[in-house]
């Protein structure tokens, strides 16, 4: 095989927000938590003719907030749009969405790989990866209904009918399955950070739609360049819900790509989907065009117009996003790169480091536990912090580490003493009473005035009486 190859893969990312009610209905949105199918419903959301949509605000401020943060224009004017087409979990035979005026254009992410580690098999030859993708777009539109196949019948349920639900999509930039895979851990985690949708792959609250076609080098000094030699098809693979899986699919469909075009074949354009038993995508569907869509304003919702000062205010309520997170708690807190990272993967891990930190400054000042102790004991003993509150661990840390002050030799006096001084204790201790080691360990205790571990202590006591 004497071509030289070049894979071209963009994305298309569906992420559900979590606002309070739907789209453009004030029917509740928690389909996933509801307790019966088609609760959550009204004529908007079940597309009764005549039924009039209002845009929720929330969702419009949230796509604005995530544009914003993905580094996107926000056009002063937008509108939605009826994508028609049909298919029974659309009963109103459209989709209303955005097409020519979408909420945000035209941003970027920067992506960067790790360092390798020993166990990461790379396939990719230009590791490590450091980059910039840009996104075309992030609009707003509806969920639709979700059909369920069971007993050779297919049901449908309305409660996630006109779920708010974003569309980001990546200029073709991604060169690999890696990148594609990068790509998404950070956008979503950014998503997480911004607290604008559970973003939960499982549950489909983000889907992922990798499109990929392979360009075929034709000279092999020849530089590629984007819009004069994009190919003349695309494969879209559909509703995927890992991001190994996109990975997968990804460098599956880069292979099978070249093998066709080795034969002289162009692949065709379609919608395929991934098969994660068998490890392959299979053909679903001939890819439709935007013009089979028929797309046109919606009109039954007024454009959207911002004023400067609307988008300001949007975009003073972005948290602080992993990335500036990251180099403040190196440089604040002098931890290392590594410890840093994990410490911001989410932002739960974060507040509550902080928040132990602040704990630790405000009513143990004299423990002298430094951020890096604390980074210590959260990372390598893997503390679950959905079940010990900061205090916990704080006041943890600090008794394990005042074990270490006391000095091996004092701790042995003071044994021996509280020992002498409590004879009936070690006698009852002796004759099989062994829950008396409780007072012992209590006596010296308070001998160390509270400092010592109490697990350390009852070991030596035990070890003092002969047992
Ligand atoms: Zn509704
Ligand atoms: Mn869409």
Known sequence: ???????????????ELKTASKMFCSCKNDPFHAPKPNIYTCPVCLGLPGALPVPNKKAVEWTVMLGLTLGCEIPLESKFDRKNYFYPDLPKGYQISQYDQPLCKNGKLDIKSGKLSNHQIIQSSNYPIEKTIRINRVHLEEDTAKLIHQNNQTLIDFNRSGVPLVEIVTEPDLRSGEEAKLFLQKLHQIIRYLGISDANMEKGSMRLEPNISVYKVPEVNKVYKEEIDLPNYKVEVKNINSFNFVKKAIEYEVD????????????????????????????????????????FPEPDIPPITWAKSQITDV???????????????????????????????NREIAEYFEAGLKINDLRFKNNN??????????????????????????????????????????????????????PKAVTDYKSGKTGVIMFLVGMTMKQLKGRGDAQVIREMLEREMGN
């Open 315 to 345: 975009k003073s309520q972005i948290p602080e996003l992993p990335n500036v997170k990251l180099s403040r708690f190196i440089k604040d807190y002098g931890l290392p790169l590594w410890g840093a990272e994990r410490l911001t993967e």
């Open 256 to 295: 099978r790509q070249i093998k066709l075009l080795d034969e002289g074949i162009t692949p065709k354009q379609e919608t395929r989907g991934w098969d994660e038993k068998k490890g392959l995508t299979l053909p679903q569907r001939s890819k439709e065009e935007a013009h089979d869509y028929r797309y």
């Open 369 to 422: 536990i430094k951020a890096k102790d604390l980074a210590n004991w959260l990372l390598n003993k893997k503390i679950d912090i959905s079940k010990v509150p900061p205090e916990e661990l704080i006041k943890q840390i600090s008794t394990a580490k005042i074990v270490v002050q006391v000095d091996e030799k004092e701790l042995d006096k003071i044994i021996k003493l509280v020992l002498n001084n409590n």
């Open 1 to 15: 095989m004497n071509n030289k190859y070049l894979s071209i893969i963009g994305l298309e990312i569906h992420v």
